[in-house]
C-alpha cells in the first residue's frame, strides 16, 4: 500500500491493513489525524513500514506489532509507535513530540531502535518498556535535538538538519518523493535535497519541446502524473522542479524505462511550476499550475 493521501476525523483509523502477509509494505503514504494514522490485524508474519508521514494522530501514530520501522516521520502523536513487538527494528525514523508525548509504547525494552532523531527525551518517553534514549543499549547512534523542518506545515529538512546523513543503509533507495538515496540515506521520510537554482535553466538553447511528456491533470492540486511520450536516450536523466524564481522544489532521477510516475506536491504553494527533465544534453520542459 503506497502513495495514499489520508486525513481521517478522531475516530477513525487512517489506514488499516486486514489479512497481510509476510513481505507486504506500507510505504509513502501521508496520514494525519485519526485515532490510529496506520494500524493492521488479522494477518501473520512481518510487515515493512517505510517513508511514511505521519501526523497529529489523535492517540497513536503506528501501530507497531511484528513490523520493521524504516525512515518514517512522525509528527504530534501523543503516543508514535504502540506495541512495537521486542527484536522488530525501528531505524532512521524521526520522532517530533512534545514533552508530554511517548515515542512508543509498550515496546518491551526493543533494542532494535537505533539511528533514529528524537526531538527531545524526558522521563517516561518510551512507556513501560522503557525511560530514556540516552544510554540505551543498542542506541548508540540515535540523535536528539530539532530536526529542522522547512516549516510545521512542510517536513522537509533544512540544509542544516541534524538528520542528513545519519541514517544506516536499510535496503531502501529512494525516500518519500521518490529521491534517490545517495550515501548514508537521511533520518525520516525525506532525504534533504539542496534548494539552489539548478544549472540547467539558462540552456534555453537546447530545450526541447514540451509535445515530448504529458502531465496531467494540469492545472491540478499538486498531485498529478506524467507520462513520457517518446523514449530517453540515457539510461538515468535527471528530474527537476522548480518555481518561477528558479528555486528547486523537487530533484529526482528517472530510468529510460520509466513511461509515467505520479507525484504528490500538494504540499506547495499555488502557482506556476516548471516540470524538466535532463536528457542527451538537452531540457525537456512542461509548465503546470498548482492550485
Known sequence: ????????????????????????????????????????????????????????????????????????????????????????????????FTSSSQVAYNDAGN??????????????????????????????????????????????????????NAGVDVGLTVDKDSVSVIGKPDIGAYEYYSTSPPTIIPVYQDRITEDFINLFPNPNDGRFSVEILAPLKDKESILTIVDLAGETIYKGVISNKENNRQFDFSYLYPGIYSLLITNNGKVISKKFIKR
Not at 489525524?33 to 515493512?48: E, K, M, N
Not at 530514556?132 to 516549516?151: A, K, L, M, R, Y
Request: hydrophobic fraction near 25%; charge should be negative.
Open 111 to 164: 533494542a532494535a531502535y537505533d539511528y533514529n532523531l528524537y526531538s527531545d527525551q524526558h522521563t517516561n518517553m518510551f512507556g513501560s518498556g522503557r525511560s530514556t534514549v540516552t544510554g540505551q543499549t543498542g542506541e548508540d547512534h540515535s540523535v536528539i535535538g530539532n530536526p529542522s523542518f522547512v516549516t510545521s506545515a512542510d517536513l522537509h529538512l533544512n540544509s542544516f538538519s541534524p538528520c542528513i
Open 1 to 96: 500500500m503506497t502513495d495514499n493521501y489520508c486525513f481521517s476525523p478522531p475516530n477513525n483509523t487512517g489506514i488499516y491493513v486486514q489479512g497481510y502477509a509476510t513481505g507486504t509494505r506500507i510505504s509513502r503514504n501521508y496520514v494525519e489525524g485519526g485515532a490510529q494514522c496506520i494500524s493492521y490485524g488479522g494477518g501473520g508474519g512481518t510487515l515493512q513500514m517505510d517513508h511514511n508521514v505521519i501526523k497529529s494522530a489523535y492517540l497513536r501514530g503506528i501501530y507497531g506489532g511484528t513490523s520493521n520501522l524504516y525512515s518514517n516521520t512522525i509528527y504530534g502523536c501523543p503516543t508514535g509507535i504502540y506495541s512495537h513487538v521486542a527484536g522488530y527494528p525501528a531505524k532512521n525514523n524521526l520522532f517530533y
